[in-house]
């Protein structure tokens, strides 16, 4: 069974900070300025702050920045994951995934937002994480159906109002202004990385980035 555990968790020194933003222009300095907070608070070592700026609904194959995060717990190098919020590790499907992980591992998430932690002092599962995420993916479920509906709905009311869906005839963008408008990808493409890596670390889609490339190429 997992039991909740509260700040008084001292007995693990080394901990790892993780922060994520959905978007480059977002800052993340809140995410880590908390956790090194508490981090203090509790006595810990921060041995690393892995920060990464990509959808959370990327794979954790996409997720460089994750990636590390698993390599350094087999490496057994923290004992604790900081985490601002459950969402920062990415869409539930993916957290559970995470938790597994790092719980065979026998590596804790903390999760600030809640002062919670996925291992008890034994190192076994928290029961309650598991209730959250269900609780948290039902929630997910019914905000994307809602929202779906509503698309749907405007959609039906642009039509019958006769208002044009779609791109307009003339709203074909320059070149230079296409490529201005992703100086990032612009960037990336630059450095030859893939158009798959490219895309994770912009937050656009493959397509974008393929067609950033091609332009930069005629």
């Known amino acids: 069974m997992y039991y909740l555990t509260r700040l008084n968790y001292r007995d693990m020194k080394k901990v790892l900070i993780y922060v994520r ?6 800052e993340y300095d809140r995410q880590v300025s908390d956790l090194t907070e508490h981090s203090i608070k509790m006595g810990y ?9 990509i959808t959370g609904s990327a794979k954790i194959g996409q997720r460089i920045g994750l990636q590390k995060v698993i390599q350094l717990a087999e490496q057994k190098k923290y004992d604790k994951l900081l985490v601002s919020e459950i969402s920062r590790l990415g869409r539930t499907t993916e957290v559970h995934r995470i938790i597994e992980m790092l719980s065979d591992l026998k590596v804790s998430i903390y999760i600030h937002n809640y002062s ?8 076994k599962p928290n029961s309650m994480i598991g209730f959250m ?5 039902e929630f997910s479920r019914i905000e ?12 039906e009311q642009a039509r019958r109002d006769g208002k ?4 307009r005839k003339d709203s074909c963008k320059s070149k230079a202004k296409y490529l201005s408008e992703y100086k990032g990808v612009v960037r990336l493409v630059k450095k030859n990385l893939s158009l798959r890596d490219i895309a994770a670390l912009s937050n656009v889609s493959v397509n974008t980035a393929r067609k ?3 332009l930069m190429a005629s």
């Open 21 to 26: 933003t959905s978007k480059v222009s977002q």
């Open 45 to 53: 070592e921060v041995i690393d702050v892995i920060t990464e700026q």
């Open 116 to 123: 919670m932690e996925t291992l008890d002092n034994n190192l």
């Open 133 to 137: 995420l269900t609780i948290l993916s």
């Open 144 to 155: 994307k159906e809602t929202l779906i509906q509503r698309i749907n709905s405007g959609l």
């Open 164 to 167: 044009q869906l779609g791109r």
């Open 212 to 214: 950033v490339k091609l």
